[in-house]
């Protein structure tokens, strides 16, 4: 709730603004304490104490108030991005198997979280993470590394003859689901401690939404892998021969889009006008790429089942275009060699 204080004038220059007692029993700052004034991008100016005032948020669901497993899951996760240090799940009937089944192996999948407590009735999860262990720029780096490894997976089996890497492409999509979540936790963690911000490689709140939808971009793409290699597999049990001319353009285009993937995600953690330009070019040329294959495909009147294989790769492209965006505003934060900011 918005508070207006007058501005008051001591001395000959020093002006001087008084804090709310409430304010202030809330953080804990005492005559005699100090604070920090910081100038925010927007123009505000924040007030940081430098007392320790971290206090332990908690949640608590209520499972027997929830008919859906799934949705249990989705409160477990979105209360452990939104920050919260503990979160308890309650019944006030024993939970059931699948309910204790449901938290705990949700638990386990986030990071920095662990059960500490449990009874028939309820179990208790903490989180014992330092945020300023795990720079967003860092997270998104290790996602970029997963989603490589996954398509490296693909690349290697498109001719049908050996698929059984491809069963390690879900278990990397878990690992990147949970890094994805890790992300979440942490910038939504800058935007409510702002002292932490910089720890976490936040300069600007402004900066967080940028960074959410380039990592949300990751996860999809690593989805799209993930459909690619299900893929793979149900056709190799249909017995399905690749020809081989179709099999050199299709690993064509993998390359292509590996290389438009990789210079994209380095624009971004990197911001540099010619990796931008760079990675908009490959991934046009992906695109264009994908469309001469498919249109030879078609024409041919063979090789129809790798048409979707194709169209994965294309649509992994379109994806990167969000991230160059995002890459290109990273640019301009500042002043470069292609830009002056003034």
């Not at 927007?42 to 971290?54: C, E, K, M, S, W």
């Not at 990592?215 to 892998?225: F, M, Q, Y």
């Not at 969000?322 to 060699?337: D, F, G, K, N």
Request: glycine share 6%.
């Amino acid at each position: 709730m918005d508070e207006v204080r007058k501005v008051q004038k001591v001395g000959y220059s020093t002006l001087t603004v008084s804090i709310p007692k409430k304010f202030a029993k809330q953080i804990r700052l005492a005559e005699g304490g100090s604070v920090i004034f910081r100038e925010e991008a927007d123009g505000t100016l924040r007030l940081i104490p430098t007392t320790n005032a971290a206090t332990n948020s908690r949640a608590t669901v209520r499972a027997d108030l929830i008919d859906d497993s799934e949705m249990l899951r989705r409160l477990i996760v979105g209360l452990y991005a939104l920050g919260y240090d503990t979160v308890e799940v309650y019944s006030k009937e024993p939970l059931g198997r699948l309910r204790n089944d449901v938290t705990v192996e949700t638990v386990k999948r986030l990071r920095g979280l662990e059960v500490v407590d449990s009874n028939d009735n309820r179990i208790v999860a903490q989180s014992f993470m330092d945020p300023t262990k795990f720079p967003v720029d860092s997270l998104l780096k290790r996602l970029q590394i997963l989603v490589v490894k996954s398509l490296e997976n693909v690349l290697e089996a498109l001719d049908l003859k050996n698929t059984g890497s491809l069963n390690e492409v879900k278990r990397v999509q878990d690992e990147i689901d949970e890094l994805y979540w890790l992300i979440v936790r942490q910038l939504l963690v800058a935007l409510n401690r702002r002292e932490l911000a910089a720890g976490i490689g936040i300069e600007s709140p402004l900066h967080a939404t940028g960074d959410r939808v380039c990592a949300k971009t990751l996860d999809e793409i690593g989805s799209i892998v993930l459909d690619m290699a299900e893929e793979l597999i149900r056709l190799r049990g249909l017995g399905t021969v690749m020809d081989p001319r179709v099999l050199r353009d299709i690993r064509r285009l993998g390359a292509k889009t590996r290389e438009a993937f990789n210079t994209t995600v380095a624009g971004l953690l990197t911001p540099d006008i010619n990796l931008i330009e760079k990675s908009a070019a490959l991934v046009r040329e992906a695109i264009e790429l994908e469309s001469g294959v498919t249109r030879g495909m078609l024409e041919s009147g063979k090789a129809g089942y790798a048409g979707v294989i194709a169209s994965q790769f294309a649509q992994l492209a379109r994806y990167c275009n969000i991230i160059i965006e995002i890459a290109l505003h990273r640019l301009l934060r500042r002043s470069s060699r292609a830009v002056t900011i003034q």
